[in-house]
């Protein structure tokens, strides 16, 4: 199964992908936990990437599917997998997509977490204060939401308008709720 987890930030993308990627026994690649851990790291690229995360600005296209193309050539040509939070902008699902067709694995189908706005300033900031999330200060989240509705949202439309299957699911509610919803709805 592959599959791609969407939603704007705070929408419970991390949670649930991790619950899925366990149940089905596949890797979850997540865009932002590898551009931290470049950014622990110091490396060169990590240290591009801070400034626009810290922005609440997504990283450049290029930079960010090259570390896509590069987990990905770690896994075997059939083997599932679920992206958390990428692709982010068109260029980047064009990207994917290229990628996917040379591998001969086309994603099945994209989950899109929604979740209304307050709920999801509410979120963030809790998270902001527990885990010291830079970019999870109030300036920053309105930032994210912005770029979302602007860069991201369009790239689930355009899924759906590839043929890709769409799977909206409420994401208020409790994790197991929603993960449970999840299954059913994916027949897992
Ligand atoms: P959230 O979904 O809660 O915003 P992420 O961990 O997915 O958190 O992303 C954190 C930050 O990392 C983003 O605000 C952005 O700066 C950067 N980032 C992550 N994924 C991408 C991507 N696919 N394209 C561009 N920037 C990204």
Do not use: C
Request: no cysteine; net charge negative.
């Amino acid at each position: 199964m592959r599959l791609l987890i969407m939603g704007p930030p705070g929408a419970g993308k991390g949670t649930q992908g991790e619950l899925l990627a366990e149940h089905l026994g596949v890797r979850r690649l997540s865009t932002g936990e590898m551009l931290r851990d470049a950014r622990a790291e110091r490396t060169e690229l990590g240290r591009e990437a801070q400034r626009f995360m810290d922005a609440g600005e997504l990283v450049p296209d290029a930079v960010v599917l090259g570390l896509v193309a590069q987990a990905m050539n770690g896994s075997g040509p059939t083997a599932g997998f679920i992206l958390d939070g990428f692709p982010r902008t068109i260029p980047q699902a064009e990207g994917l997509s290229d990628l996917l067709a040379r591998r001969g694995t086309p994603i099945d189908a994209v989950v899109l977490l929604k979740v209304p706005e307050e709920e999801l300033v509410r979120r963030l900031t809790g998270r902001g204060a527990e885990e010291g999330r830079t970019d999870d200060d109030p300036a920053t989240i309105g930032r994210r939401i912005q770029v979302y509705y602007a860069e991201t949202e369009p790239v689930v439309r355009w899924y759906g308008e590839t043929g890709v299957r769409v799977i909206e699911e409420t994401g208020t509610g409790s994790i197991e709720e929603i993960q449970a919803s999840l299954r059913e709805r994916l027949s897992l």
